[in-house]
């Protein structure tokens, strides 16, 4: 079974700069997750999708943040303009519907904001 | 009361010692915990998970402890390795409110190393 891909793997930008990051979850897995992952932190939900819904949105800042998922599969976040505090490891992870059935994470996408 | 407290940040054990992490939540509704170990450049990967009708869950060299009345649960490490050597998360979920209660809350992470 392939995993959840992500990319960029890494990424370079200055402040104000805009960014997106791509999201292709496992096959048939409905739920998407985004997170944000802070250097020394765990990770925190940006938002949830339920096929091509959102689930749970209430950690985005929706000022600078947004995120789809057209056609229910892969997902794409943005960022727009990019602040300093930005920078962190973005997460993506898939599951068939609750946390407790086939969450999986991707390998995540380092943002450096300079 | 959505906080989950994880401690030590960091620990440093001998090849072969046992390696012990803790965490405390506050909000009872909580039915769902589990553990993740994260290699550098790599996402969390879940290792082992509990439910709290069960005082102990044990897989392989891995076992959690669950302490219902104190809201405390704990991943223990036996015979640890050098490859054991990772940050691990404890999280915590209400999975049966489902939709957005259903998500994981993250503790803040402990950086293991096990020296050879």
């Known amino acids: 079974e392939a995993g959840v891909a992500q990319s960029p793997r890494y990424k370079i930008i200055e402040k104000r700069q805009s960014v997106a990051f791509w999201c292709n979850p496992i096959s048939g897995h409905a739920t998407l997750y985004w997170y944000q992952q802070i250097l020394g932190q765990g990770p925190k939900l940006l938002i949830q999708?339920?096929?091509?819904?959102?689930?749970?949105d209430s950690q985005l800042p929706k000022d600078r943040f947004s995120a789809e998922r057209l056609k229910g599969v892969d997902s794409t976040l943005k960022i727009q303009p990019a602040k300093l505090e930005d920078s962190a490891v973005y997460l993506c992870a898939s599951s068939l519907g609750r946390v407790d059935y086939g969450y999986t994470f991707g390998s995540g996408t380092r943002l450096t904001v300079v | 009361q959505q906080q989950v407290k994880q401690s030590p940040q960091s620990l440093i054990v001998q090849k072969g010692g046992i390696s012990i992490i803790n965490c405390a939540y506050e909000n009872t509704a909580f039915d769902y915990f589990p553990w993740y170990q994260q290699f550098p450049g790599k996402g969390p990967a879940l290792l082992i998970a509990?439910?709290?009708?069960?005082s102990e869950k044990k897989e392989g060299r891995f076992t959690i402890s669950f302490n219902k009345s104190a809201k405390q649960f704990s991943l223990h490490i036996m015979d640890s390795q050098p490859g054991d050597s990772a940050t691990y998360f404890c999280a915590a979920s209400m999975v049966n409110y489902g939709g957005s209660q259903g998500n994981l809350i993250f503790g803040k992470g402990t950086k293991l190393s096990v020296k050879p």
């Open positions: 999708f339920q096929n091509n819904g959102v689930v749970d």
């Open positions: 509990i439910r709290p009708d069960v």
